[in-house]
């Protein structure tokens, strides 16, 4: 049997092709678009405006793939929820929802695992499976909205696994969520975090899209970066913020760097005048996240103290920088550690 195609996936324009094609009205793609994305049904079935034979049609070349919740945390401490989500072929990814002022938002995954073996991150330390299709993104925003009831108005790409290293289906995504007949959520209320994959952070920026670009830099230099985060063989601290540059000027956004402080790793005075120097004159942020020592290599949260001198020398290179309030502490809500977890003890059941 051929595979049936992943109809979430596809665009509207696209959608009127197959099905014109197929013989139908162009119509009916609007009507079948909006059931998928702006109402997230998980069958054929539930597209009560369309007749029988036709639901049968579409079930038979076409399928729907949603993301199942098979595991949810809420904080006690602030409405944080943190999703486990198991896809149609048996893979978990995790996402976290959280309550904002300014609305709600959630923190996606874009593929299964992640390849590029960070030394802090638990998602980094469990391999790559496979990279998710838009569909399966739409989907965990889609659970999420069902599953609390609650509406999401800001998206995230910062759950488990590289976003620039599934280029073309996370693209594809930012579409189809931000589509007037779909979710219609604005790029403007969507960020981006990537390890600095600089080819393309240069292509992304060919794109001019207004989403958030957030960059993990995590170290000033070469000799520090280097031992955390394998990629910057490939792509060193100069290299990067070449890109970040050129990004920044090319879309005129304002670049948000990540920067996991790690006691006695990256947080001393000097690492900080060093990325003061570096960041100077650039439209960028610096958002300071303490460490979550989540991966047992012995890393440490930096003090309060350090955080506020690193700050302060930043702010005398002109650049702003703030500690990253942290949602869900009670419910681990970093990404990775639930599907490690839940991999883990259905090992443990299987061996029993
Ligand atoms: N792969 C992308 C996005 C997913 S990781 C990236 O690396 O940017 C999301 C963010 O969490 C990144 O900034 C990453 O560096 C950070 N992160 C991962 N593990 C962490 C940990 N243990 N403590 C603090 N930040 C962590
Ligand atoms: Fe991958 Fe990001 Fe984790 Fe690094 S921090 S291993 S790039 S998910």
Same mark, same amino acid.
């Given at each position: ?31 079948? /678009? ?48 943190? @999703? ?34 960070? *030394? ?7 391999? @790559? ?62 960020? +981006? ?53 050129? /990004?920044?000027?090319? *879309?005129?956004?304002?670049?948000? @760097? ?67 309030? *942290? +949602? ?25």
């Amino acid at each position: 049997m051929s595979e049936k195609i992943d109809i979430k996936s596809m665009t509207l324009p696209e959608l009127e092709k197959a099905l014109t094609e197929d013989g139908l009205p162009k119509f009916r793609a609007g009507q079948v /678009y909006r059931w998928l994305h702006a109402r997230a049904v998980t069958d054929f079935s539930q597209m009560s405006d369309l007749s029988l034979s036709l639901r049968q049609q579409l079930n038979e070349k076409y399928a729907i793939y949603s993301a199942q919740a098979v595991q949810m945390q809420r904080s006690q401490l602030d409405g944080t929820v943190k @999703f486990l989500y198991r896809l149609h072929d048996g893979e978990f990814v995790e996402a976290v929802f959280m309550q904002y002022h300014h609305g709600n938002s959630i923190c996606i995954s874009t593929q299964v695992g992640c390849k590029m073996g960070c *030394t802090f991150c638990a998602t980094g330390r469990s391999g @790559f499976s496979r990279s998710l299709a838009p569909s399966e993104m739409l989907s965990q925003v889609q659970s999420a909205e069902k599953e609390t009831g609650l509406p999401v108005s800001n998206i995230v790409l910062m759950g488990m696994g590289e976003p620039l290293d599934n280029y073309d289906a996370v693209l594809r995504f930012l579409c189809l969520v931000s589509s007037e007949q779909g979710m219609n959520i604005g790029m403007r209320h969507i960020s +981006l975090s990537t390890c600095g994959l600089v080819d393309k952070i240069y292509r992304l920026a060919e794109e001019k899209l207004q989403l958030t670009l957030s960059v993990s830099l995590h170290a000033p230099n070469d000799a520090i970066r280097s031992q955390t985060m394998p990629v910057n063989k490939k792509w060193n601290v100069e290299s990067l913020l070449k890109a970040c540059r050129f /990004y920044a000027q090319a *879309t005129h956004r304002r670049i948000s @760097f990540e920067y996991a402080m790690i006691r006695g790793v990256n947080d001393s005075d000097a690492c900080a005048r060093e990325l003061g120097q570096k960041l100077h004159g650039m439209l960028c942020h610096v958002n300071l996240i303490p460490v979550n020592d989540v991966t047992g290599a012995g890393y440490h949260k930096s003090s309060i103290e350090r955080q506020q001198s690193f700050i302060h020398i930043l702010q005398q290179y002109g650049i702003t920088a703030t500690v990253r309030r *942290t +949602l869900g502490s009670d419910i681990d809500a970093s990404c990775g550690q639930l599907r490690r977890r839940y991999e883990k003890e259905a090992a443990n059941e299987n061996a029993m």
